[in-house]
């Protein structure tokens, strides 16, 4: 019932900045939370930043004070804005949802080399 798809990923040298967008077919206020994800070769999904209703924000360690999560009600729309990218950074970031269900989109890929 639900779609999220990301855009925005691609190839940035380190020290760079790109910004990632989700766009849901409905409402994102009908989710509890919103939150981007990532998942590199060999290694589990990992939670990277998320959004409350009420607005609240969390990062993870690794991101913090370089990532910014953020929304737009209006259009629909969550965003990551990634600053001084980090080789470390590499992975697919997935956007996802979560209300009564868990909502996925189908991932946009980041790589961070020179």
């Known amino acids: 019932q639900v779609q999220l798809v990301e855009s925005g990923g691609g190839l940035v040298q380190p020290g760079g900045s790109l910004r990632l967008s989700c766009a849901a077919s409905g409402s994102i206020s009908s989710f509890y939370a919103m939150g981007w994800y990532r998942q590199a070769p060999g290694k589990q999904r990992e939670l990277v930043a998320i959004?409350?209703?009420?607005?609240?924000?969390n990062y993870a360690d690794s991101v913090k004070g370089r990532f910014t999560i953020s929304r737009d009600n209006a259009k629909n729309t969550v965003y990551l804005q990634m600053d001084s990218l980090k080789p470390e950074d590499t992975s697919v970031y997935y956007c996802?949802?979560?209300?009564?269900?868990?909502?996925w989109g189908q991932g946009t890929q980041v790589t961070v080399s020179s």
């Open positions: 996802n949802g979560q209300g009564r269900g868990s909502y």
């Open positions: 959004i409350t209703t009420r607005g609240t924000t």
